[in-house]
């Protein structure tokens, strides 16, 4: 267990609504990322954030948003949905930025199904 | 921008005998990490071995070691004594010194044989 929460674990839903899923960082992480993996595919990385603030953005769609909440928890936002965008989502999280080392510890992941 | 390239996508072994995954990256800079990240059906991903760019010295983790060319772009993992709890799919991940996202090559599925 890494001690980062994703919830919900499983999310099933229709072409062209919208989802919302969570994260919940490990205990004195300020940082978190989001990645996403399709079907046997490596990790792509989406947005980071730390402290509430967005400090890196990677392949991230239009369409998907995302926020830190003062309780540093997040929320990766996915509107619009494809079929495309069926894939495992990670959160992951790490005690600071990058001008040192630290580990990402990554959360079991929310499986989203776009039927 | 930097890219990290799994050219194995399957691989098998015996149990007990050694493995070795590779893996090979493409950056300008001279400040990074390395690591290898081990996913097994339960999707988690877990932590196998980190190598700092700076360092000369291959890392090694229990039966887990990695042989780090800098020169060559080369990161690769070597499994000893194999298990079969070792049977997963490998990822091989950049981060530069100064970025905040890792990079994950497309990965490398590992079958264990009893």
């Known amino acids: 267990d890494s001690g980062v929460t994703q919830t919900p674990k499983h999310l099933i839903t229709a072409t062209g609504q919208r989802v919302t899923l969570r994260c919940s960082p490990r205990?004195?992480?300020?940082?978190v990322y989001w990645y996403q993996q399709s079907l046997d595919q490596g990790l792509q990385f989406l947005i980071q954030?730390?402290?509430?603030?967005?400090?890196a953005k990677g392949n991230i769609l239009e369409r998907f948003s995302a926020q830190q909440f003062p309780d540093l928890h997040s929320e990766l936002n996915l509107s619009s949905l494809e079929l495309g965008d069926s894939a495992l989502y990670f959160c992951?999280?790490?005690?600071?930025?990058?001008?040192?080392?630290?580990?990402?510890?990554f959360g079991p992941g929310t499986r989203l199904t776009v039927l | 921008a930097q890219t990290v390239t799994q050219s194995q996508p399957e691989m098998s072994v015996q149990e007990a005998e050694t493995v070795t995954l590779s893996c090979t990256y493409d950056t300008s800079e001279s400040d990074y990490y390395l690591f290898w990240y081990k996913q097994p059906p339960s999707r988690q991903m877990i932590l196998v071995i980190r190598?700092?760019?700076?360092?000369?010295q291959n890392a090694t983790e229990n039966r887990f070691s990695v042989n780090f060319q800098k020169a060559a772009k080369s990161f690769s993992l070597k499994i000893s004594d194999s298990q079969l709890g070792d049977a997963a799919m490998y990822f091989c991940a950049y981060r530069s010194e100064n970025n905040n996202d890792m990079r994950f090559g497309a990965g490398t599925r590992l079958t264990v044989k009893p």
């Open positions: 205990s004195g992480d300020l940082s």
């Open positions: 190598q700092e760019a700076y360092k000369q």
């Open positions: 954030y730390y402290n509430g603030e967005e400090r």
């Open positions: 992951a999280s790490s005690v600071g930025l990058a001008e040192y080392y630290n580990e990402q510890f």
